[in-house]
């Protein structure tokens, strides 16, 4: 090295002018502009009660398929007067605290940093590949730990930061006097099993849109256009469940105006919908319900109970032909016909469930091509079929009598396997209430 | 810790670009220290032990808790934990800033010449490449230490090694840069250094020709304070299993094993290289800085040797925090 040590303290000296320096960059009043916000940030900061929960993302980028970096991850914090915050969350699905340090900082503008270790906290941000993770090269999941504080939004009540090095927008809101911190994660969970369970996919409305969302179990919905291809492709955006519902990750689908975004369930729970506009909203439709789960090998049988008269008709006849034979078919006063269902062998398939005895249990399936039409679906008999044996006893009749146009209502809300009710949309009479 | 391949103690030279990122101006690198501490902070006692022992004394700014995530573009970090910064701080002391001020005899030299700004850091500074970071010195002014997280203080000589031997190594500089070395140094090595390439060297093969290990192989001034810094940490047998190595032939095969020779090819007596480097160095410092080098090393040594951590930490932790 060959300059001195003066040497380099002076060109250090001569050359803060390119240093951000505050005292370089704002007059006097800004810094005490600054220097007041800090102060009032830290009070607010330390006076809710019970803490703050902090809605958190890692990372901003969301172009491909990275669960655990986009998907959104809940901490509770309160803020200390002593320097010490303590953080809650849940760690290996098991709930825990932990005291670290905590500052509002000045640095360009207002700072909140988490300024020493905490193993909750900075789990997110830990280049550690021993934590087996991403391998070697030290990204771990890469979130921050020191965001700006910008705006508090007084509407939502909720405190706007912005993680500093990956710009990510994360929130605090104050958590509810007397709730309990490690019963609100189970609250989270409860909101959690109530939408994705049944892990089937939702449909979305934005606007003239209508979205397809994939994967909710994962916290990163895959997006396709309603009906488009599912076998590539997509986008992903991560999300986060809250005590309401969901929200979106903050850099999301902006030209869908769903930009910050959180999605509150509604009063009879059957919809998310945005709080910034009602007419966004996500919701399990049940006609992408029935295909979905058929598709997945679901067995739905109808309820004996749910069928109306149309339905009931239907079967009546076919039950007619069975005890007096039909040509060289012979009958038999005790065969009956015990439920119909739908399944998937091909296509989307007719069970029909008879007995010859009351007691044995046999099946018919008959193939149906089917048409997603808007929230309805088509059913047309293609004339194929596996055990055919009522076939004989004309019930190809009774078979094309599902032929039609349904809709789809499911009865407990994001839970179609409880009862999803189908009904033919020129025949109100001809409804029925599929259970697995 | 695991995963670490290989140990690179980066030094930087404070350039241009590096002054304005790491804001050098010693008139600013302390704008947030307030006058009197809360005794009502959580972290009064680190914080009075730091004040009284390092800022007071040395004007040393002992920056435990992390001031900026971006402070270093080139890593992912994060802090180190409250309960570490406390037995960084005080081993800090005691291996290093009260050795050079007994043989110096009085705070004057480090007052002077000493770093005025030491970052600690819990994460190890993982490069793209796999490998680890364990220090980092811009121009002596401050040094950031890497991996507090994963300490282990009943392996002392290893946290020597990590730590402070990257600021024996710093300090060095700062003194060569103020007086330079003598002119017949340079002469000993000349055409064996690699400034570029010179982590393909092994250890090993650095020291058959003479070095210390092979970051020493890279340039001169770098070979020059890694003789200081080495010898000051290493025990007495780490010393002779250097030299033993340094009397060797190596060679790495296609796939990069190193495999020992029957002779030493490379016609450099390694072990007679190093001792002349060495007494270079110890007159060197005893004639232009009044330091004994083996009175500096002795007492690094035995304080490695009879360090106890609870009691050096029980400085911190009986500081009374008016309760
Ligand atoms: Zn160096």
């Given at each position: 090295?060959?300059k001195?040590?003066?040497?380099i303290?002076?060109?250090?000296?001569?050359l803060?002018?390119?240093?951000?320096?505050?005292?370089?960059?704002?007059?006097?009043?800004?810094?005490?502009?600054?220097?007041?916000?800090?102060?009032?940030?830290?009070e607010r900061?330390?006076?809710?009660?019970n803490?703050?929960v902090?809605?958190?993302?890692?990372?901003s980028?969301?172009?491909?398929?990275?669960?655990l970096?986009?998907?959104?991850?809940?901490?509770?914090?309160?803020?200390?007067?002593?320097?010490?915050?303590?953080?809650?969350a849940?760690?290996?699905?098991?709930y825990?605290?932990?005291?670290?340090?905590?500052?509002?900082?000045?640095?360009?503008?207002?700072v909140?940093?988490?300024?020493?270790?905490n193993?909750?906290f900075?789990?997110?941000?830990?280049?550690?590949?021993?934590?087996?993770?991403?391998?070697?090269?030290g990204?771990?999941?890469?979130?921050?730990?020191?965001?700006m504080?910008?705006?508090?939004?007084?509407?939502?009540?909720?405190?706007?930061?912005?993680?500093?090095?990956?710009?990510?927008?994360?929130?605090?809101y104050?958590?509810?006097?007397?709730?309990?911190?490690?019963?609100y994660?189970?609250?989270?969970?409860?909101?959690?099993?109530?939408?994705?369970?049944?892990?089937?996919?939702?449909?979305?409305?934005?606007e003239?849109?209508?979205?397809?969302?994939?994967?909710?179990?994962?916290?990163?919905?895959?997006v396709f256009?309603?009906?488009a291809?599912?076998?590539?492709?997509?986008?992903?955006?991560?999300?986060?469940?809250?005590?309401?519902?969901i929200?979106?990750?903050?850099?999301?689908?902006?030209?869908?105006?769903?930009?910050?975004?959180?999605?509150?369930?509604?009063?009879?729970?059957t919809?998310l919908?945005s709080?910034?506009?009602?007419?966004?909203?996500?919701?399990?439709?049940?006609?992408?319900?029935f295909e979905?789960?058929?598709?997945?090998?679901?067995?739905?049988?109808?309820?004996?109970a749910s069928?109306?008269?149309?339905?009931?008709?239907?079967i009546?006849?076919?039950?007619?032909h069975?005890?007096?034979?039909?040509?060289?078919a012979?009958?038999?006063?005790?065969?009956?016909?015990?439920?119909?269902?739908?399944?998937?062998a091909?296509?989307?398939?007719?069970?029909?469930?008879?007995?010859?005895n009351?007691?044995?249990?046999?099946?018919?399936?008959?193939?149906?091509?089917y048409?997603?039409?808007?929230?309805?679906?088509?059913l047309?008999?293609?004339?194929?079929?596996?055990?055919?044996?009522?076939?004989?006893?004309?019930?190809?009749?009774?078979v094309?009598?599902?032929?039609?146009?349904?809709?789809?209502?499911?009865?407990?809300?994001?839970?179609?396997?409880?009862?999803?009710?189908?009904?033919?949309t020129?025949?109100?009479?001809?409804?029925?209430?599929?259970?697995? | 810790?695991?995963?670490i391949?290989?140990?690179?103690?980066?030094?930087?030279?404070?350039?241009?670009?590096?002054?304005c990122?790491?804001?050098?101006?010693?008139?600013?690198?302390?704008?947030?220290?307030?006058?009197?501490?809360?005794?009502?902070?959580?972290?009064?006692?680190?914080?009075?032990?730091?004040?009284?022992?390092?800022?007071?004394?040395?004007?040393?700014?002992?920056?435990?808790?992390?001031?900026?995530?971006?402070?270093?573009?080139?890593?992912?970090?994060?802090p180190?934990?409250?309960?570490?910064?406390?037995?960084?701080?005080?081993?800090a002391?005691?291996?290093?800033?009260?050795?050079?001020t007994?043989?110096?005899?009085?705070?004057?030299?480090l007052?002077?010449?000493?770093?005025?700004?030491?970052?600690?850091?819990?994460?190890?500074?993982?490069?793209a490449?796999?490998?680890?970071?364990?220090?980092?010195?811009q121009?002596?002014?401050?040094?950031?230490?890497?991996?507090?997280?994963?300490?282990d203080?009943?392996?002392?000589?290893?946290?020597?090694?990590?730590?402070?031997?990257?600021?024996?190594?710093?300090?060095?500089?700062?003194?060569?840069?103020?007086?330079?070395y003598?002119a017949?140094?340079?002469t000993?090595?000349?055409?064996?250094?690699?400034?570029?390439g010179w982590?393909?060297?092994?250890?090993?093969?650095a020291?058959s020709?003479?070095f210390?290990?092979?970051y020493g192989?890279?340039?001169?001034?770098?070979?020059?304070?890694?003789?200081?810094?080495n010898?000051?940490?290493?025990?007495?047998?780490?010393?002779?299993?250097?030299?033993?190595?340094?009397a060797?032939?190596?060679?790495?095969?296609?796939n990069?094993?190193?495999?020992?020779l029957?002779?030493?090819?490379?016609?450099?007596d390694?072990?007679?290289?190093?001792?002349?480097?060495?007494?270079?160095a110890r007159t060197?410092?005893?004639?232009?800085?009044?330091?004994?080098?083996d009175s500096?090393?002795?007492?690094?040594?035995?304080?490695?040797?009879?360090?106890?951590?609870?009691s050096?930490?029980?400085?911190?932790?009986?500081?009374?925090?008016?309760?």
């Amino acid at each position: 090295m060959k300059k001195t040590y003066i040497q380099i303290l002076l060109a250090a000296t001569l050359l803060s002018a390119c240093s951000p320096r505050v005292a370089d960059i704002f007059d006097d009043t800004a810094v005490v502009r600054l220097e007041q916000n800090r102060d009032a940030v830290k009070e607010r900061l330390m006076k809710a009660e019970n803490g703050w929960v902090m809605q958190y993302f890692a990372v901003s980028d969301q172009t491909t398929s990275d669960t655990l970096r986009h998907k959104g991850y809940t901490f509770l914090f309160k803020f200390q007067n002593d320097g010490t915050v303590i953080v809650g969350a849940p760690v290996d699905g098991k709930y825990k605290t932990e005291t670290s340090l905590w500052d509002i900082i000045s640095d360009n503008s207002t700072v909140l940093t988490f300024n020493s270790f905490n193993s909750i906290f900075h789990y997110y941000s830990n280049p550690d590949p021993a934590l087996g993770l991403w391998g070697a090269d030290g990204t771990g999941i890469g979130g921050d730990y020191e965001f700006m504080v910008l705006e508090y939004n007084e509407k939502e009540n909720y405190q706007l930061l912005k993680g500093k090095k990956r710009s990510c927008y994360v929130r605090l809101y104050p958590m509810a006097t007397g709730q309990d911190w490690e019963e609100y994660f189970t609250k989270l969970d409860s909101m959690d099993k109530f939408l994705f369970e049944e892990n089937l996919p939702l449909g979305m409305y934005v606007e003239a849109k209508h979205l397809s969302l994939y994967n909710g179990p994962t916290h990163e919905f895959r997006v396709f256009e309603f009906g488009a291809d599912t076998l590539g492709g997509g986008e992903y955006h991560g999300f986060i469940v809250t005590e309401n519902g969901i929200r979106l990750h903050d850099n999301e689908v902006s030209e869908q105006k769903i930009n910050r975004a959180s999605f509150n369930l509604n009063a009879d729970k059957t919809r998310l919908v945005s709080v910034l506009d009602e007419n966004i909203y996500i919701e399990m439709e049940g006609s992408t319900a029935f295909e979905s789960s058929i598709a997945h090998g679901t067995v739905w049988k109808a309820d004996s109970a749910s069928l109306t008269s149309s339905i009931t008709a239907a079967i009546s006849t076919l039950e007619e032909h069975l005890h007096n034979g039909v040509g060289s078919a012979k009958g038999n006063k005790n065969a009956r016909i015990l439920r119909v269902g739908f399944s998937k062998a091909n296509k989307v398939t007719l069970d029909v469930y008879y007995s010859s005895n009351g007691k044995n249990e046999l099946k018919d399936q008959y193939y149906f091509d089917y048409k997603m039409e808007g929230g309805n679906i088509q059913l047309t008999y293609d004339g194929n079929y596996g055990q055919h044996n009522l076939i004989n006893y004309n019930g190809e009749d009774f078979v094309k009598a599902f032929d039609g146009t349904y809709s789809f209502k499911i009865l407990e809300p994001f839970h179609p396997s409880k009862g999803l009710q189908m009904s033919k949309t020129d025949d109100a009479n001809f409804t029925m209430t599929l259970e697995q | 810790m695991k995963n670490i391949r290989y140990i690179l103690i980066l030094v930087l030279v404070a350039g241009i670009a590096s002054s304005c990122k790491e804001k050098l101006d010693p008139q600013s690198i302390f704008p947030e220290v307030s006058e009197s501490l809360d005794p009502a902070s959580y972290s009064f006692q680190l914080d009075s032990f730091c004040k009284k022992n390092f800022q007071e004394i040395y004007n040393v700014e002992f920056r435990y808790q992390m001031q900026d995530i971006s402070s270093n573009m080139n890593f992912n970090l994060v802090p180190c934990t409250y309960d570490d910064a406390i037995t960084m701080a005080v081993m800090a002391k005691y291996l290093w800033w009260d050795v050079y001020t007994k043989v110096t005899g009085s705070h004057e030299f480090l007052q002077k010449y000493g770093p005025r700004i030491i970052c600690l850091i819990g994460s190890a500074g993982h490069n793209a490449t796999g490998s680890v970071t364990l220090g980092v010195a811009q121009g002596g002014l401050k040094v950031t230490l890497h991996a507090l997280n994963y300490i282990d203080p009943s392996n002392v000589a290893t946290l020597n090694e990590y730590y402070f031997k990257t600021m024996h190594h710093e300090f060095s500089h700062i003194l060569h840069q103020t007086k330079t070395y003598p002119a017949e140094f340079r002469t000993i090595s000349a055409g064996w250094y690699k400034p570029n390439g010179w982590e393909e060297r092994s250890e090993q093969e650095a020291r058959s020709l003479g070095f210390t290990g092979n970051y020493g192989s890279s340039q001169e001034r770098e070979d020059f304070v890694e003789i200081i810094a080495n010898y000051i940490v290493k025990t007495d047998d780490e010393w002779a299993s250097m030299m033993s190595d340094a009397a060797k032939g190596w060679k790495q095969d296609d796939n990069g094993t190193l495999h020992q020779l029957e002779d030493d090819p490379d016609g450099v007596d390694g072990p007679a290289v190093i001792e002349q480097k060495l007494t270079i160095a110890r007159t060197w410092l005893h004639d232009e800085w009044n330091i004994e080098l083996d009175s500096l090393r002795k007492e690094v040594q035995t304080r490695q040797a009879n360090m106890n951590i609870d009691s050096l930490r029980n400085q911190v932790l009986t500081i009374g925090t008016g309760e």
